[in-house]
């Protein structure tokens, strides 16, 4: 990454100001006094000794005889005896005057001077490379905050309006930064997104056309059977017949509401179906159940009055589901009977068949589930789910129970 050369410039600053502070350092005991200003101080003392006046004071040092005696010192705090000079490093010469060694001449390397000058260079050489460091560290964060942060912000912000359905804006393309060979793969998806998208609802539209249209034609045949029906009814004398077509008329007049409902749906993008339960007395359930029993297998049966929360539309497909499965699967006689238990009007309705194995009862309300005794019969699986849906939809529930023989629908309708 482009990261790397700012890293490597940084370090190599660090190791640069370690060698020079080490190089400093170590030099301090390589410091000595300039030669040549040794020399003429030493040819002063010799030519001029006994004369302090003339001697030359380019440098600090002490004149002692061969007593050990101080004879001349440039200032005070200079050391003074061959045993100090050597404590402190300093630079001892003998003195010689018309060949004769007189004395000693003690040079003093100022210690403290030359530390004071370390310092002031160990002072100005970190400022500079401490400015240099500072220096790449602003560089290194602008280059960054230029291709890491907010290249990700904008990432960041393109995929929250994807998620929100903002498919139409694209994104900027920069292969600048860290994540330019990514921008142009966002922006793919984006475009392959809207593709889906637009041809998604292409599809959902055509779809609700084809329903709608379907719907509009199968209104025309059914009205042709509720009046073919209709006109039988008042032809016919034997009671028998009559109670047929009345059942015809009554299962058009259902279908009809059901085309109206898929009609509605289709063009409204209704996406769940429509449930308007209300207060009805409960001797309309009587004519519900004779409906949907259309083989006429159920024997008498009474409903105990009061009024019930339902729909009654919705409450005909609960009882048509149950018929029909009875009739499919059970293909036996039905029992029905009722009760008031506390809440609920309870309607069961009881089949003579083997009934379901106990562990698949629960699935049977669920979307597209059946019974391993429905292998070979006709459905989708969606009977017992659409019974159930309504009845929650009605502030009711279902149960589903196997007998001793046979297998029992319960539906619980609300009382009011």
């Not at 018929?323 to 009881?350: C, H, Q, W």
Request: charged residues 30%; glycine residues 6%; aromatic residues 8%.
């Amino acid at each position: 990454m482009r990261k790397a050369p700012f890293i490597i410039l940084l370090v190599l600053t660090f190791i640069a100001e370690a060698l020079a502070c080490f190089f400093i350092v170590t030099r301090i005991k390589d410091i000595k006094t300039d030669p040549v200003k040794v020399n003429e101080c030493m040819h002063s003392v010799s030519e001029n000794y006994g004369d302090a006046s003339k001697y030359n004071t380019q440098l600090d040092y002490a004149v002692i005889d061969n007593d050990g005696k101080l004879v001349y010192k440039t200032r005070d705090g200079l050391s003074e005896s061959v045993n100090e000079a050597i404590k402190t490093r300093g630079l001892i010469l003998d003195l010689e005057v018309d060949g004769e060694v007189v004395g000693k001449v003690i040079f003093d390397y100022s210690t403290e001077e030359q530390l004071n000058g370390v310092k002031t260079k160990v002072i100005v050489l970190y400022i500079i490379i401490g400015v240099l460091q500072i220096a790449i560290l602003i560089f290194w964060y602008i280059y960054i905050r230029k291709s890491i942060i907010e290249p990700f912000k904008n990432l960041n912000s393109f995929a929250e309006r994807v998620a929100g359905g903002n498919l139409d804006m694209p994104l900027e393309m920069d292969k600048g930064h860290v994540f330019g060979a990514f921008t142009e793969s966002f922006d793919l998806m984006r475009t392959e997104l809207k593709k889906a998208r637009i041809a998604e609802k292409k599809a959902s539209d055509d779809k609700k056309e084809m329903v709608a249209k379907l719907s509009h034609d199968i209104k025309t045949p059914v009205a042709s059977i509720k009046s073919t029906s209709e006109i039988g009814y008042e032809v016919t004398k034997e009671e028998r017949t009559k109670e047929m077509f009345s059942v015809i008329n009554a299962k058009t007049d259902q279908i009809k509401s059901l085309v109206d409902n898929l009609f509605t749906s289709s063009v409204q993008d209704i996406t769940e179906i429509d449930v308007n339960p209300g207060m009805q007395p409960s001797d309309v359930i009587s004519g519900l159940i004779g409906n949907a029993d259309y083989l006429k297998r159920a024997g008498a049966f009474t409903i105990p009055e009061c009024n019930v929360f339902i729909d009654k539309l919705r409450l005909q497909q609960v009882f048509d589901n149950i018929f029909m499965n009875s009739y499919k699967y059970a293909d036996t006689p039905v029992n029905v009977s009722s009760e008031i238990a506390g809440d609920y009007l309870v309607i069961r309705i009881a089949d003579e068949g083997p009934g379901v194995k106990e562990e698949e009862i629960p699935l049977l309300t669920e979307k597209f589930k059946r019974g391993s005794n429905a292998n070979d019969k006709d459905g989708a699986g969606l009977g017992l789910y659409l019974t159930d849906y309504f009845m929650e939809k009605m502030d009711g529930k279902l149960g589903l129970k196997n007998l001793e023989k046979g297998f029992e629908v319960a539906v619980y309708l609300r009382t009011i």
